[in-house]
């Protein structure tokens, strides 16, 4: 808790959010390949997703990591503390900025974000698609805050 609560303090965003998330993401690090880049960083190619495409306690994509921090690489990913840094960063600093907190669907759409994108998530709120992709990961969020 201690990271989360760290992070969620510098970015303005609830440990508790970040920890549900991460709780979606890996289990809270507890996915095989979560365990595994945790326990041997360097091993990118054991630690990374199913899709191919993130890495680390939250699953932050390497695109996504690389427009906060120019630097950030999959190794770095795998490490808990930038792991969770980045993505409280990412949640403060860019999508909470994107929604209004006097929207009923605040926390949703942040979440929503989150996991399938600001922009598929504009899309949904705007009602240019019916419905997201994030539905049910929304629900376990809801579930693992709770």
């Given at each position: 808790?201690?990271?989360?609560?760290?992070y969620?303090?510098?970015?303005?965003?609830?440990?508790?959010w970040l920890?549900?998330?991460?709780?979606?993401?890996?289990?809270?690090?507890?996915?095989?390949?979560?365990?595994?880049?945790?326990?041997?960083?360097?091993d990118?190619?054991?630690?990374?997703?199913?899709?191919?495409?993130?890495?680390?306690?939250?699953?932050?994509?390497?695109?996504?990591?690389?427009?906060?921090?120019?630097?950030?690489?999959?190794?770095?990913?795998?490490?808990?503390?930038?792991?969770?840094?980045?993505?409280?960063?990412?949640?403060g600093?860019?999508?909470?900025?994107?929604?209004?907190q006097?929207?009923?669907?605040?926390?949703?759409?942040?979440?929503?974000?989150?996991?399938?994108?600001?922009?598929?998530?504009?899309?949904?709120?705007?009602g240019?698609?019916k419905?997201?992709?994030?539905?049910?990961?929304?629900?376990?969020?809801?579930?693992?805050?709770?």
């Amino acid at each position: 808790d201690a990271l989360f609560k760290k992070y969620g303090a510098m970015y303005n965003v609830p440990f508790e959010w970040l920890k549900a998330i991460a709780l979606n993401e890996s289990s809270l690090g507890l996915a095989p390949s979560v365990a595994r880049g945790l326990m041997s960083p360097r091993d990118v190619q054991a630690s990374i997703s199913s899709d191919g495409k993130s890495w680390g306690l939250m699953q932050v994509t390497l695109t996504t990591a690389k427009s906060l921090d120019p630097m950030a690489t999959p190794e770095k990913l795998n490490n808990a503390d930038y792991s969770i840094g980045l993505a409280a960063l990412y949640i403060g600093t860019k999508i909470l900025p994107m929604f209004s907190q006097n929207d009923p669907r605040f926390l949703e759409w942040v979440i929503k974000s989150y996991n399938q994108g600001p922009g598929n998530t504009l899309k949904e709120k705007s009602g240019v698609i019916k419905k997201g992709y994030a539905d049910e990961y929304f629900v376990r969020f809801v579930r693992n805050l709770n």
